[in-house]
């Protein structure tokens, strides 16, 4: 139990169907797969890509992107360190519902941080969390820029822009790194297809 669930008197209940149970009605098991990136290097393309194929191939899928996040969940937070990691400390346990839930979800986040990505990783156990840096070039990024981000961010318009004005760290042992500036988003999907093949996640 967590510091602030102890000090309310609040005590986690454990349902009467388990993961594993969920998971054998899905057919495959639950997962996170966790795609970070630069603004624009093609996360969540290549995300929605891989959830159309898992769709056909009929798992339970859902993507979780950091747009439509914070037209919600994190429509309170702002661009700075302290809120970046509250995004993703949030975003983190709606993640870990789903798995728990059995169903394969596609996280696309810039998530800078190193240290916020390492947490998120320690709410699963292993084989569950997959993560993938989709590298891309900051000059690729911003040719490929369709939403006018990264000339806003140049211009100080937007302030707290990753690769911008603020910094990326980039993951230092990733699952998978897709470049994305040398592979096309449909061939990309296909290598993470494989590669849950591989882990025996589907």
């Known amino acids: ?18 993961r594993e149970d969920r998971e054998k009605l899905h057919g495959h098991k639950g997962a996170v797969i966790w795609f970070t990136g630069l603004p624009a290097s093609g996360k969540s393309t290549i995300a929605h890509l891989v959830e159309k194929e898992l769709h056909r191939q009929g798992c ?67 084989g569950q969390f997959l993560e993938i840096y989709v590298h891309c070039p900051p000059e690729i990024c911003t040719k490929r820029d369709k939403k006018g981000i990264y000339a806003k961010a140049k211009a100080g318009v937007i302030k707290e822009f990753t690769g911008i004005s603020a910094p990326y760290e980039p993951p230092e042992n990733p699952d998978l790194v897709i470049h994305s500036h040398r592979q096309n988003a449909t061939e990309a999907a296909k ?9 025996k996640i589907i």
């Open 1 to 18: 139990m967590n510091k602030i669930a102890n000090k309310n008197n609040v005590t986690w209940f454990n349902g009467y169907v388990s």
């Open 60 to 126: 339970s899928t859902y993507v979780l992107d950091g747009d439509n996040i914070r037209h919600g969940l994190c429509s309170d937070l702002d661009f700075s360190p302290k809120d970046r990691t509250e995004n993703i400390r949030r975003i983190g346990e709606v993640t870990k519902l789903f798995v728990d839930a059995g169903i394969i979800v596609l996280c696309a986040f810039v998530s800078p941080y190193k240290k916020d990505r390492q947490k998120i990783r320690t709410l699963f156990a292993d």
């Open 191 to 199: 290598h993470i297809i494989f590669s849950l093949k591989q882990r």
